[in-house]
């Protein structure tokens, strides 16, 4: 059965505006993690550097679900705002399903049938993103927890190792 669906101009225009908008939400809420998470894990005490690394970590993972579920508003939004989506709720809920990739029960109207797909692809650049930071925070506080475990051994050993005596006949001027 043909479809007298056709992919228009203003859908490709407001898909691509779309993407636009998330991905500079995405920059401003990755560029706030990572300064909230450097500014909590770059405290002078050294007390509990491993639980601070473990809740620098928690702190991003979470500001990271909030910038996406704020990217996901603006979906939501533009869905209310076109009548593609009835209610709020549904709106978000599609939005959420498509932005992650798991899909829905619900549809756009063929007039918005393009937007889909392009959800979807945003969510993928969004979450690649979000992945790189956090794999680079998890690095750093590895990286931290590593150092602080040799500096220990080092001086664990040095504390062991017998002090250095002066050579047998002593010092002759």
């Not at 063929?110 to 790189?132: E, H, K």
Request: proline share 4%.
């Amino acid at each position: 059965m043909p479809s007298n669906y056709a992919t228009s101009l203003e859908e490709v225009l407001w898909g691509i505006a779309l993407v636009a908008i998330t991905v500079a939400i995405h920059g401003c809420g990755m560029l706030a993690t990572l300064f909230v998470s450097h500014t909590f894990g770059t405290r002078d005490d050294k007390l509990l550097s491993f639980v601070r690394g473990g809740a620098v970590l928690i702190l991003a993972s979470w500001m990271i679900v909030l910038v996406h579920l704020a990217e996901l508003l603006v979906w939501a939004l533009f869905f209310l705002w076109q009548g593609a989506m009835t209610d709020a709720s549904n709106a978000y809920y599609f939005s959420l399903m498509q932005y992650t990739t798991v899909g829905s029960r619900f549809s756009l109207p063929p007039r918005w049938r393009l937007l889909d797909g392009m959800l979807p692809i945003a969510g993928l650049m969004t979450f690649a993103w979000s992945t790189g930071v956090l794999f680079m925070l998890a690095q750093e506080v590895q990286s931290t927890q590593l150092a602080a475990i040799h500096a220990r051994r080092q001086a664990r050993r040095a504390a062991r190792a017998p002090a250095t005596r002066p050579p047998a006949g002593g010092d002759r001027r």
